[in-house]
Structures are given as structure tokens and as C-alpha cells.
Nanobody
Framework: QVQLQESGPGLVKPSQTLSLTCTVS??????????WSWIRQPPGKGLEWIGH???????YYSAALKSRTSISGDTSKNQLTLQLNSVTPEDTAVYYC???????????WGQGTQVTVSS
């Protein structure tokens, strides 16, 4: 069974870069037709899709966050990384990574990690 675990700093200062890691176990991030998504949920709001990286390393981002977002994969560690630049308090949220199959069929999710942007 594929499991995902997010990790990273819980507190980031405004204007800095948020960097999170998603460690995948029980399956390879290069598995065909699988997309690895990052999603977030700000307090009191709904889920927001941030972007994904697919099995061949191609990335696609939400238009709203594209200018500040980078997603990469490390096949040697079977990990995914999310970087969000120039954060503001509005980026405060629980951040999740998830496995998505071709056709936007959602699979396993990590438990999520809380990130607070504050000075």
C-alpha cells in the first residue's frame, strides 16, 4: 500500500520560501500514469490544488500560484518537494501531498502538515 508523509518547517516568516517534502513509501514516484499533487487547505476554507509532477517529471501548476511555485522529484529518495516563494500570511494552511491516477482519480493522501506564515 502506498503511503505518503509530508514534512517541513511549521513556521515560515513572510517573504521567505516555504519548502516541504513528501516521502513516498510502498511505490515509486516514477510509476507510469501517476501524478503527485500538492494541495492545501487554509483555515476555515476549502481545499486548493497547488500543482503536480507526473511520473516522467513534467509539472503543472495552478494559475493562481504558478509564479511562486516549484515542484520537483528525487527518484533516489522517492521524495517530492514543494517550494512556494515569497510567502504571506495568506499561505498559512495545512499542506497535503496526494497520489492521483490518470483521469484525476484520487488515491492516497498524506496526513498533512500545518504551515503558519508569521513574523
Amino acid at each position: 500500500q502506498v503511503q505518503l508523509q509530508e514534512s517541513g518547517p511549521g513556521l515560515v516568516k513572510p517573504s521567505q520560501t516555504l519548502s516541504l517534502t513528501c516521502t513516498v513509501s510502498g511505490g515509486s514516484i516514477t510509476t507510469n500514469y501517476v501524478y503527485w499533487s500538492w494541495i492545501r487547505q487554509p483555515p476555515g476554507k476549502g481545499l486548493e490544488w497547488i500543482g503536480h509532477i507526473n511520473y516522467s517529471g513534467s509539472t503543472y501548476y495552478s494559475a493562481a500560484l504558478k509564479s511562486r511555485t516549484s515542484i520537483s522529484g528525487d527518484t533516489s529518495k522517492n521524495q517530492l518537494t514543494l517550494q512556494l516563494n515569497s510567502v504571506t500570511p495568506e499561505d498559512t494552511a495545512v499542506y497535503y501531498c496526494a497520489r492521483v491516477f490518470e483521469g484525476w482519480v484520487w488515491g492516497s493522501w498524506g496526513q498533512g502538515t500545518q504551515v503558519t506564515v508569521s513574523s
